[in-house]
């Protein structure tokens, strides 16, 4: 079976443009879950889809958002980035969700100049 | 992805010893928790969780033991190996409709 995918894995964008990520889970898997990590705040909880719904969301601002379609894959949108949206992006997938075993895939690497 | 960051703190331990990495979480209400290991240049990986109804859950090789009273989360590693080398981190969650919060991670290190 094939892992989580994401895509791309490598971005560069310059301040104020947005960027879409976009992530493909387990076959079967209905949850999504998107995370930044960063060297200063390490892995941070995005927001989690299921059946094409927000299901969970953290502490992040409004410029970061997400969908699922209805084949689960996932995209999450970056509007009007700033420097410190430089991060590696990740995306795990579940069965059912965050309370049991999630599979990450390898990750986009951001960097906004 | 890639290893988490430069100034972890760092577990070093000597090949065949049995290690342990401590986490301290911070919400009394949670009660589901995950051990995660990330090598470098790739994502997360699941190791094992417990639910607050348990003190202690064992995998191959792994035991984890939670301690509600100190919130307090380990993860024991028997007979570690060279592949054990890695970023640990522990999750901690309070509900199916609550976020997961990571700690900040602790480098394993394992000598020949």
């Known amino acids: 079976k094939a892992g989580v995918t994401q895509t791309p894995r490598y971005l560069i964008k310059t301040r104020g443009q947005q960027v879409t990520l976009s992530c493909s889970p387990i076959s079967g898997h209905r949850s999504v879950s998107w995370y930044q990590q960063t060297p200063g705040q390490g892995l941070q909880f995005l927001f989690e889809?299921?059946?094409?719904?927000?299901?969970n969301k953290g502490n992040f601002p409004g410029r970061f958002s997400g969908r699922q379609f209805s084949n689960s894959r996932s995209e999450m949108n970056v509007s009007t980035l700033e420097l410190g949206d430089s991060a590696l992006y990740l995306c795990a997938s579940s069965l059912e969700g965050i309370r049991e075993t999630q599979y990450f895939g390898p990750g986009t690497r951001l960097l906004v100049l | 992805g890639e290893s988490v960051g430069l100034h972890l703190p760092t577990l070093s331990v000597q090949e065949g010893d049995n290690s342990i990495i401590n986490c301290a979480y911070s919400?009394?209400?949670?009660?589901?928790f995950i051990w995660y290991k990330q090598e470098s240049g790739k994502g997360p990986q699941f190791i094992i969780d417990?639910?607050?109804?348990?003190d202690k859950r064992q995998g191959q090789r792994v035991t984890v033991l939670l301690n509600k009273t100190v919130k307090h989360l380990s993860l024991q590693i028997a007979a570690t190996q060279p592949g054990d080398s890695a970023v640990y981190f522990c999750?901690?969650?309070?509900?199916?409709?609550?976020?997961?919060?990571f700690g900040k991670g602790i480098t394993l290190s394992v000598r020949p």
């Open positions: 889809y299921f059946s094409e719904t927000q299901r």
């Open positions: 417990i639910r607050s109804n348990m």
């Open positions: 919400n009394s209400a949670s009660d589901y």
């Open positions: 999750a901690e969650n309070s509900g199916a409709n609550s976020k997961l919060t």
